[in-house]
């Protein structure tokens, strides 16, 4: 039988919290550092995700490309690549679902851009492989991963990795550092216009 839904949602709360306390400094900050080497250089940004993470990629780049961009001279260069739903299908049904995001960084990646994949398990295989081309062809990457990493945190050059094992905490998570950052470029750049 399941527990009360008061007792329930406390539980919930207190796992989210212990997970939240383990979430690396230093890889924060490694985040933070390579979304400002982009936005000083004007790069382009990719982000992309499958399912809750995609929805947490495109939040990001709402965040960044409004919230954090208007009203400044200098801008982010956000682009989500799981929002273009005709040309995911497309790559989908006439390439491959493990195609849908490299084959869109083979139209628009430029050497030095930031390319972000987000992955609840670390083990998506359209994540890991537009990360591992991105890195191949002169990009920096992030992985944004749970799960202690999966595969995405070897092939990323620079990965936040939490260690919850719930993929509903660890997609509430994810969130909560994107907010986290865009709020630090708020903090940092707040003179800016």
Not at 22 to 35: H, M, Q, R, V, W
Not at 121 to 134: D, I, L, Q, R, W
Not at 147 to 175: N, W
Request: proline content about 1%.
């Amino acid at each position: 039988m399941a527990s009360m839904p008061s007792t329930f949602i406390n539980n919930y709360v207190t796992g989210l919290t212990i997970a939240l306390e383990e979430i690396s400094g230093k890889e924060f900050e490694d985040l933070i550092s390579a979304l400002d080497r982009a936005y000083r250089r004007e790069a382009n940004i990719f982000v992309f995700g499958n399912g809750g993470s995609g929805t947490t990629a495109s939040h990001f780049a709402c965040d960044m490309n409004k919230g954090f961009s208007c009203g400044k001279a200098r801008k982010f260069r956000v682009m989500c690549l799981n929002e273009n739903l005709p040309t995911l299908l497309a790559y989908a049904n006439d390439v491959s679902y493990d195609d849908v995001f490299v084959e869109q960084l083979k139209n628009f990646m430029g050497e030095g851009d930031l390319v972000i994949g987000v992955s609840g398990s670390g083990n998506s295989e359209n994540v890991v492989k537009a990360v591992s081309y991105a890195s191949e062809y002169g990009a920096v990457t992030f992985g944004i991963c749970g799960f202690g990493g999966g595969r995405l945190k070897d092939v990323a050059e620079k990965a936040l990795v939490t260690t919850c094992d719930d993929m509903q905490k660890i997609e509430d998570i994810h969130l909560i550092i994107l907010h986290c950052a865009m709020q630090w470029f708020e903090e940092a750049y707040k003179s800016d216009i």
